[in-house]
Structures are given as structure tokens and as C-alpha cells.
């Protein structure tokens, strides 16, 4: 358990939940009604991260990190771990005070408004449930902070229980649970306070696959219902895509691209992007020659790729070339723009078979195509040609610093 998680439970205060006024006036609807529909009264509402930075003893962990969540929206925090996403969330939530930058919630801004005053529901990053208290208990410990009735906890608590579907575990003890049911748990204690924006970290990391996949389609499920606006973190790509209408990309404390997952997937605005999301092969070469509507690029094999368009680069400029495994194309049979290279190994993935090979100069490539009964598969060791879609290739200065396409 982190630092920050221990004192949730050591220091009520923090507990992260919205305060009393406003939030229950839903309670006197007609009985019998659609339970997602009586809990619609918490209504998401639209997130605006300003220039957020913050540094942990002198070391800065996110820098100058903007973004919006439109209320009732679902958006991912996606990057490598250690890229500062937890950092994010905790500053959003009021778990730490940035050194600058600003948070707003429904156009109010949450400096001065204390962690259990936000409005905000979390799920940590391992759940993080009270382990003494049982799960009704967990449940319905942010709504004692808040002050909510005996009695009206008790039917939220009955309420929370059954959207999660664990009506009959109100009194295990989370050890009693499985991985999944405390997940459940941990989410329905997030909600119960029916908060305005729902913090997700990781909330997934330690599932397995199938279970993983279960859960994410009950949250989706939930937060379209509810309408709450929801920023999941992840490092898991497939996860934030199959979740998430907008991915926020993050790499080394900084935000590279904001976008759809298919945005992301097909026009990547950096390098880093190009390969954290889905795979890529990485080419290095050197700009030989600009034409009004081609560049060509000179492998350091002597081969060359051509780019049908032309490159805001000066000639001799180191570039790096970028395409999917899905954009390669082998033959048996040499052509005047494919690439010689020798088939290492073929896998069947699926419905898809990889191929790895490498090039004259040991440079690794990856091609895939979709499997059919008759798809040919070669003998490890062939003498191939791989042939790229230069339509759909990528190409970013060399120079990491600014490799912007
Ligand atoms: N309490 C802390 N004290 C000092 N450094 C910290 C603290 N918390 C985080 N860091 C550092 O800040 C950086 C960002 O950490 P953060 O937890 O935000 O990353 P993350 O993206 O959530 O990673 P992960 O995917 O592994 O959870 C890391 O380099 C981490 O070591
Ligand atoms: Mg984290």
C-alpha cells in the first residue's frame, strides 16, 4: 500500500467523497424506479486540467500536463510506468498540491477546496479496501464521513451492492473476495458518494485477461448509466482503447498527443507515440533526395524507400522511418521497391500470422497478414521481399527531441 493510500485510511479527512448538500435530493423519487436512473442525480461534470506541474524533492514528476474531460465522458491516461499518471490523478484529486497549474471541475476551481470537498470518487491503484471493515463497510465509509443518515447508508449501501452485483457479500471481509469482487467493491465505494468525476487508477492491473475484460465492459456499462465523467489511468493500450472515447498520451511527465484511439493509432504525432501504441517497425535512414511529390530515404543496407510525398526536411537530415506490421507485404519475388530480407520466424497469432525478418544490415522487421485455410507460410531462413505501403509510413526527424512529424 503507497504512502498516499495509507493515509485515506489513517485520516478520514481525506476521504474522497462529496459533501452532504446537494447530492442526496434524489432520494425522495418514486420507489420501483431503474436503479441507474435514481442515481443519475450525480451527474458528471467537465474536468479542465491547466499546466499541471509537479516535482517530488526537486525532481520534476509531470510538467505543464493540460487536458479536458467533457462531462460524462470517459478518457484514458495512457504511458509507460514511472510517466507520472498517479501523479496526475493524486493532484486532481487533492492528494498533493501542485507546484502549479490548475484544476477545474464544472468551472469551479478546486484550488482551495479540500480533497473530501471535490466531489471526486477514486479507485486506487490496488483497490486499497479497508481490510478490517467489511464490504458494506467499505461502502459505507465515505458516506459516514459525509454525515448520510443511518438509515439512508444503509439503503445506498443495498444500492451500491446490487449495481456491482455482490448483493449477498455485504458482510465478507475483502480478504474473503476474489481479485474481481474487491475491484467491484473498491469501484461501487468510489460511486456510492455519487461523485461528479470518477478517478480510476489502474483499476484493472492485477486481473487476469478474461476477468480484466468482464469488468471493463460492466464499468463501461456503469459509467454510460451513470453519466459520470470518468479519467481512467492505464498502461495497458488495449485496455484505455477499448474504454476510452479519447486517449491522453504521456511520456517522461509531459503529454504528447491528446486523441481518439484511432487518431493515435493512425496519425501519431511523435515517435514515442508511433511505437507505445500498437507495434512498429523503425527505420533509420538519411534524406538522399527531395522531389515536389517524393522523398527518398537511404537505408544504411544501401537500400532505399521512397516516400510518395514530399518531407519537411532539408536533404542529408537523419530521419527515422516508421510503419505497422500490417503495412508490409512479402513475396518470393524481387521488386523494384521491396526490401530484401530473410524470414526468421512465423507465428500464428489468431486469426493473424507474424512474421519476424531481418534485413542485410540486421535490422529487424515485422510484417503480418490476415491467415487463410491456403495462406503459403514460409521456411524460416527464406529469402524474402518485403515491400512497405509508403502510403501509411511515418517519418520523424531522428533527432528525439524533435521528432514531430
Ligand atoms: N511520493 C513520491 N516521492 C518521490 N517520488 C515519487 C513519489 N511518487 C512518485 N514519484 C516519482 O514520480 C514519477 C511519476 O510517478 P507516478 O506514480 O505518477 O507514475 P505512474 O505513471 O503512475 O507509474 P506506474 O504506471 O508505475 O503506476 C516517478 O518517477 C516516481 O518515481
Ligand atoms: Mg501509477
Do not use: W
Amino acid at each position: 500500500m503507497t504512502e498516499t493510500e495509507a493515509n485515506i485510511i489513517d485520516r478520514p479527512h481525506l476521504c474522497l467523497v462529496p459533501p452532504r448538500a446537494e447530492r442526496f435530493d434524489d432520494m425522495a423519487k418514486p420507489k420501483g424506479i431503474f436503479m441507474a436512473e435514481a442515481l443519475k442525480a450525480g451527474e458528471g461534470k467537465q474536468l479542465s486540467v491547466r499546466g499541471l506541474t509537479h516535482s517530488y524533492g526537486g525532481q520534476n514528476a509531470i510538467s505543464d500536463i493540460s487536458f479536458e474531460v467533457e462531462a460524462g465522458e470517459i478518457v484514458a491516461l495512457l504511458g509507460p510506468s514511472g510517466c507520472g499518471k498517479s501523479t496526475v490523478l493524486r493532484a486532481i484529486a487533492g492528494l498533493i498540491q501542485p507546484r502549479s497549474g490548475a484544476v477545474q471541475l464544472g468551472g469551479q476551481n478546486l484550488a482551495n477546496v479540500s480533497a473530501r470537498s471535490r466531489g471526486i470518487g477514486m479507485v486506487f491503484q490496488n483497490y486499497a479496501l479497508f481490510p478490517h471493515l467489511t464490504v458494506a463497510e467499505n461502502i459505507a465509509y465515505p458516506l459516514a464521513c459525509q454525515h448520510m443518515p443511518r438509515v439512508e447508508r444503509r439503503e445506498r449501501v443495498e444500492e451500491m451492492l446490487s449495481l456491482v452485483q455482490l448483493k449477498s457479500y455485504g458482510n465478507r471481509l475483502p480478504r474473503e473476495l476474489s481479485g474481481g469482487q474487491q475491484q467491484r467493491v473498491a469501484v461501487a465505494r468510489a460511486i456510492a458518494g455519487r461523485p461528479s468525476l470518477l478517478l480510476l487508477d489502474e483499476p484493472f492491473g492485477a486481473l487476469d485477461r478474461a476477468l480484466r475484460f468482464d469488468l471493463q465492459v460492466e464499468l463501461l456499462h456503469l459509467q454510460k448509466t451513470l453519466g459520470i465523467t470518468t479519467l481512467i489511468v492505464t498502461h495497458d493500450q488495449e485496455e484505455a482503447q477499448s474504454l476510452a472515447g479519447r486517449l491522453v498520451l504521456m511520456n517522461k511527465g509531459n503529454v504528447e498527443q491528446i486523441d481518439t484511439p484511432m487518431a493515435v493509432y493512425d496519425r501519431p504525432k511523435t515517435l514515442f507515440v508511433n511505437t507505445f501504441i500498437g507495434q512498429a517497425n523503425v527505420l533509420h535512414g538519411t534524406v538522399e533526395r527531395l522531389d515536389a511529390e517524393a522523398t527518398t530515404v537511404a537505408l544504411p543496407n544501401g537500400n532505399t524507400v521512397v516516400l510518395p510525398r514530399r518531407l519537411n526536411f532539408t536533404v542529408g537530415s537523419k530521419v527515422t522511418i516508421t510503419f505497422r506490421p500490417e503495412d508490409v507485404r512479402l513475396s518470393t519475388n524481387p521488386s523494384d521497391f521491396a526490401l530484401p530480407a530473410r524470414l526468421t520466424v512465423s507465428v500464428p497469432l489468431g486469426p493473424t500470422l507474424v512474421h519476424d525478418l531481418v534485413l542485410s544490415d540486421g535490422t529487424g522487421l515485422r510484417a503480418s497478414q490476415v491467415r487463410g485455410p491456403y495462406t503459403f507460410i514460409p521456411e524460416p531462413g527464406a529469402q524474402l521481399f518485403a515491400e512497405i505501403d509508403t502510403l501509411r509510413c511515418h517519418a520523424f526527424p531522428s533527432d528525439p527531441e524533435t521528432s514531430r512529424e
